[in-house]
């Protein structure tokens, strides 16, 4: 079955420090897409970061980067250099299939507190 | 508009009637999705679109539910005789085609059924 799964329902974190928001996924489909995106509490969900099945090297955007390890199936948002603006929902989703479907399967979030 | 718009922001109903959601994706995105998001939970994926045709409506709850898109623009999700289990937050979102990685969401429709 092909489910995503975010362990950690909230994480807190210090302004500046690093922080990872761990995902793992479960799929048999050799093609597949892993995205992060976060929602602020104001509701819209906003695109972070992407990593195919088939890139060689982990993603990285600006302070986001994705740490991809595929024989663990795991795809863990790092932040680095945390800000206060960075409290928000997390979510990690999985798009799958060749061709036309890229439908996504969502995980249930991490909830991350940027403390000053 | 710069980006995808839903409307209206927030939906009140009663159980039993019938609901309109609106959805205006980004100009030229050839691919839109519906999601519904209940409180406290992930994305659930109820349909896509490629242009005006439905490939995937594989995430549709019920019969109760369905949607449409004219002109490759404005699409809306319709849910017949609402029930409560229906409250939740409906997202809309595009892309340029379904090749493209990067869904663009709207603010969502907050729906709740009383």
């Known amino acids: 079955a092909q489910k995503i799964t975010q362990t950690q329902p909230g994480m807190f974190v210090q302004e500046k420090e690093a922080v990872t928001l761990d995902c793992t996924y479960d799929?048999?489909?050799?093609?597949?897409?892993l995205f992060w995106y976060k929602q602020p509490s104001s509701g819209e969900m906003i695109f972070l970061i992407y990593?195919?099945?088939?890139d060689q090297q982990n993603a990285t955007e600006g302070r986001y980067s994705l740490n991809f390890q595929k024989a663990r199936k795991s795809a863990n948002l790092v932040i680095s250099a945390s800000q206060l603006g960075d409290s928000a929902m997390y979510f990690c989703?999985?798009?799958?299939?060749?061709?036309?479907?890229?439908?996504?399967?969502w995980g249930l979030g991490t909830s991350l507190a940027v403390n000053p | 508009g710069a980006g995808v718009s839903q409307s209206p922001s927030n939906k009140v109903t009663e159980k039993g009637k019938d609901v309109e959601l609106r959805c205006d994706p980004i100009?030229?995105?050839?691919?839109l999705y519906w999601y519904r998001q209940r409180l406290g939970q992930g994305l659930e994926f109820l349909i896509y679109?490629?242009?005006?045709?439905?490939?995937?409506k594989s995430g549709l709850p019920s019969d109760r539910f369905s949607a449409e898109r004219t002109g490759e623009s404005v699409s809306t999700l319709t849910i017949q005789r609402t029930q409560q289990e229906d409250s939740a937050v409906y997202l809309c979102?595009?892309?340029?085609?379904?090749?493209?990685?990067?869904?663009?969401f709207g603010p969502g429709t907050r729906l709740t059924v009383l």
């Open positions: 990593q195919g099945s088939y």
């Open positions: 979102a595009s892309s340029l085609s379904a090749e493209y990685n990067e869904q663009f």
């Open positions: 679109f490629q242009g005006n045709s439905a490939p995937d």
């Open positions: 799929t048999s489909d050799p093609s597949y897409g």
């Open positions: 100009s030229g995105h050839t691919a």
């Open positions: 989703a999985m798009s799958l299939g060749a061709g036309n479907n890229r439908k996504l399967i």
